[in-house]
């Protein structure tokens, strides 16, 4: 037991588990990092990190609760999540060579375009909302205390994630720009997986 937290080490071994999983958030740390270096991947990586902990605190408040309780509202934001990927990912098959990136160069751009993809997941809430209780030892629970070291680790662990990833990726990428036909393949398959889970963001229940 750790600050109300039971079994620390399996918290943070779930936690690397679930951010090694494909996803759109995952999509967009290698596409920044692919178009705009060390710097875009970064930038995505702390838009991610924000993301996350605003829907952290907002489960922590209760919202999934409301959420559970208006179904129109959830839907409202889970359809709006669906839209902007398939947006994302139909721009990204219909770039054609020397057209802007649909991520945008400069590293704030990263950060937004992350930041928006992990906030137009509403599911996240619910996930929090059922994931942390696990972990609570409720005889030691030092309420705000023990979520805000849940957080933080969160936050450290995506931070370690996606500097790895972008180290890797722009590795990658070097050798990708001596082949820009490889770039645009790439560009395109991100498109469809990224359509792929706007579909499946509006139709799972």
């Known amino acids: 037991m750790f600050l109300g937290i039971s079994d620390y080490g ?4 779930a936690i690397v588990l679930f951010l090694a999983i494909p996803g759109p958030g995952n999509l967009a740390l290698i596409n920044s990092t ?4 060390m710097a875009g991947g970064l930038s995505a990586t702390f838009g991610v990190i924000a993301g996350d902990q605003v829907l952290m605190w907002l489960a922590v408040a209760g919202v999934a609760a409301v959420l559970s309780t208006y179904p129109a509202a959830f839907a409202a934001v889970q359809w709006l999540g669906a839209v902007y990927l398939a947006w ?10 020397g057209d802007a990136p649909v991520l945008n160069i400069r590293p704030r751009h990263y950060f937004q375009q992350a930041l928006a993809i992990t906030l137009l997941n509403p599911k996240a809430i619910v996930f929090y909302m059922a994931f942390f209780p696990l972990f609570v030892d409720t005889k030691h629970h030092l ?3 023990s979520f805000a070291v849940m957080a933080a680790t969160i936050a450290c662990l ?11 990726t722009h590795h ?8 820009p036909q490889i770039g645009r393949w790439l560009e ?8 792929g889970f706007s579909v499946k963001l509006a139709i799972s229940k």
Do not use: C, D, Q
């Open 172 to 179: 990658l990428a070097e050798r990708m720009r001596a082949n």
């Open 34 to 37: 692919s178009k705009g270096g």
């Open 143 to 145: 309420g705000l205390v």
């Open 158 to 168: 995506t931070f370690l994630y996606g500097l790895g990833m972008s180290l890797l």
């Open 10 to 13: 399996s918290f943070v071994a």
């Open 188 to 195: 395109k398959l991100a498109g469809v997986f990224l359509i």
């Open 88 to 97: 994302l990912g139909w721009k990204m098959l219909s770039a054609k060579p």
